[in-house]
């Protein structure tokens, strides 16, 4: 999904492309907490910014998400992920969510409560804390997690292209990886654009900062950040996603962006396996917890 440079126009192209390769001064990096790619394709600004959520743990990740990034001309920051087992729930966490929703959608779920682990506290308030850098953005903000994997169709003119030719003006937050599910409403006359009914994963996504303050409104986030913002139908934000027709699962279109699953290696244990915790209806149980709250930590984050 390059984009069309007319053959008149190649020559000149090519010029500025090696010129901007080779520019000198030309750094990424913004202190000791960070890590950019080394690409400095022509292609590679249309997002004011990306970032990588990474643990500091996780080196080892990095380094794929560095191999992977590498080919898109994406120029990408390390985000030092939140580690949620080393950090209380404040005020933009809340470890108790319902699952009642989320088992429509997920049959291995059954309803009720559950509280959040550690690793879906963790997940959730990186994001948070990337949502209020959106908020000072005034275009678009990529957020990536360490475990995205790009496909090979991403080339370094897939995003300028892609909002030229299919994305909708009104956009305010576009999935590029994810996992949907119920009905697609595609895009008129698009086969790659469609709004999601339901579904999971935030490894790969770009945010404007309506969506992101649409989103910091309405903290905190109940339980993991990708369910809460689906069972909300993303409180009212313009939300689509993006797919190359043909491929995938059972034919449904392959995601730029996918998200490495293999056993073992995830750092998020997921709550909605788990038991359910309780019969109380939930605001009873969440006013409880915030209750016990002293200094912005959750004293029943112990014991999660």
């Given at each position: 999904m390059a984009a069309y440079i007319p053959p008149h126009r190649r020559a000149a192209a090519q010029r500025q492309s090696t010129a901007q390769s080779t520019a000198p001064g030309k750094n990424t990096a913004q202190g000791p907490n960070t890590a950019s790619s080394s690409s400095n394709n022509a292609y590679s600004d249309f997002f004011d910014e990306c970032y990588c959520i990474n643990l500091a743990r996780r080196s080892d990740r990095l380094r794929k998400y560095e191999a992977s990034a590498r080919r898109t001309g994406l120029r990408w920051t390390r985000f030092e992920a939140v580690d949620g087992a080393a950090v209380g729930n404040g005020d933009d966490f809340d470890p108790l969510w319902d699952a009642t929703r989320n088992a429509e959608w997920d049959r291995h779920v059954a309803p009720g409560l559950r509280r959040a682990t550690a690793g879906e506290r963790g997940c959730?308030?990186?994001?948070?804390a990337l949502w209020r850098k959106a908020v000072e953005t005034e275009g678009w903000l990529l957020i990536t997690e360490d475990d995205c994997r790009f496909d090979k169709r991403w080339t370094p003119g897939s995003p300028a292209y892609l909002w030229r030719t299919h994305v909708p003006k009104d956009a305010e937050l576009v999935y590029l990886g994810f996992s949907d599910r119920g009905e697609r409403e595609y895009v008129a006359g698009?086969?790659?654009?469609?709004?999601?009914?339901?579904?999971f994963c935030t490894h790969c996504y770009a945010i404007r900062?309506?969506?992101?303050?649409?989103?910091?409104?309405?903290l905190p986030v109940a339980g993991p950040v990708d369910v809460w913002l689906a069972d909300n139908n993303w409180f009212g934000a313009q939300v689509y996603c993006v797919i190359q027709p043909g491929g995938g699962?059972?034919?449904?279109g392959r995601w730029l962006a996918n998200q490495e699953t293999k056993p073992g290696e995830a750092d998020v244990r997921q709550s909605s396996r788990d038991a359910v915790v309780a019969d109380e209806p939930v605001d009873a149980l969440a006013g409880a917890t915030r209750a016990l709250r002293v200094d912005g930590v959750d004293?029943?984050?112990a014991t999660v």
């Open positions: 959730a308030l990186s994001h948070v698009s086969e790659e654009v469609f709004r999601p009914t339901y579904g900062g309506a969506a992101a303050r649409k989103f910091l409104d309405a699962w059972q034919n449904t004293a029943a984050a």
